[in-house]
């Protein structure tokens, strides 16, 4: 191995090992730290973080880095250099008082959030967005950028991907997501859901998530699933990859969709190759592709008529009492039920779109200057009447209504959609290459669909950057078209539209 490569590989694989470590204690915290650990915890959290940071920007680092960029190195070596001279160059371009400043800052702003949002008080809020917008706008000019500043915010979540790229597909969808909810609202169809407020006991629900994650390929013995009050997945190598949900007894399909979300994160996640782990090689490609997995799993395949075929008689057998009087084209119209809402954690496949269209027009805006902190109420309200048609009767369920911006995370938001359009393309796809896909869903198996995503996404890692990585698996560059098709085609039925 080149000598240069190698020493890169050795920092980056401590580095890598403070990352699980971080990811670890992270875990914990949102599932079993008890509430008196957290100022320890906050401290541990930011020790570790601050070794990993030294790490990739010490002149070691540097030195090590510089020198493999002329050594002569195969393919997967190339991968690992170039994924992390980005990491360490944007680490390196980023002043250590700012990253501070940052932290301090967001960290106020939380707990302005928290209360604010109690008390309705949008405007006690809007200065610590209008800081934090600002603080951002000072990393994007030291990161660097291509059109305008909000690209380098965009990089962190969704590396290589342009604001105006994703603004034109986001421009795409809007009329007709819009048009379609609209005439699902017209078509006055309206799908039975008596039977899913009725008391579904948590240990059974349990059993039905743990039973759907199994079929999909998910190895427990590579993983947990936990409880935790934001749902979320995270891992400290290929075969440790935790899970969690969270559960009402009235509201079984939250637990359960939540279960196949997160599963189909754990999947990409155990599907990396083991020989890289630790590496750029054997690593997710970006938050974006991430979600692609997680929704193609959760809404195309979980939501759709083959799966209630194989998975209504599972369903039955666990809760006979309340689906004794319930079909299985009542469950699978239920779960697809359309109805424009305020809270975007809670919206069916196609408004969700349109919740994350408005978040990213309000962010562009904010870093464009369209927008100051103190307009984002009225816009936000603005926004809600076009796209959704309703309008939040306060701040606390609209402008409040989400914990990012006190993050100070600007450019997350964008790859929920962007998954949501590479997961259709990416399942056209699949339909093409794997010979009766859907009526092997029908019979409940799921293992084609799983080893196709393995072979085609998860094994390569980061080889390829999300756009090269659409194309590599579909033949062409990312269109809105598929998902467009998707939702049409799935709602024009659903609906009698
Ligand atoms: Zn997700």
Redesign the pocket.
Known sequence: MPKHYERVMEIYGEISDLYAALALMGWDQETYMPTKGAASRGRQLATLSGMAHERITSDEMRGALDGARSESLTADEEVNVREISRFSDRAVKIPVGLVKDLAETSSAAISVWIKARQEDDFPAFAPRVDKLVALQREVAEAVGYEDEPYDALLDEYEPYASTKETAAVFDSIRGPLVDLVQRIADSGVKPRTDFLARNYPVDDQRRMGVKAAERMGFDFEAGRLDISPHPF?THMGVNDVRMTTRYSETLPMQSFYGVI??AG?GLYEQGHDPEHEGTPRGASVSLGI??SQ??MWENMVGRSRAFWRYFYPEFSAIFPENSADVSEEEVYAAVNEVKPSLIRVEADEITYNLHILLRFEIERGLFTDEYAAGDLSAVWNEKMKAFLGIEPPDDRDGVLQDIHWSHGSFGYFPTYTL?NLYAAQFYRAAEREIHGLTERIARGELLPLRDWLRDRIHRPGMTYRAGELVRHVTGEALSADYFLAYVRDKYSSLYSL
Do not use: K, P
Request: proline share 0%.
């Open positions: 997945c979300h997160e994160h991430h979600e997680s929704r998954g």
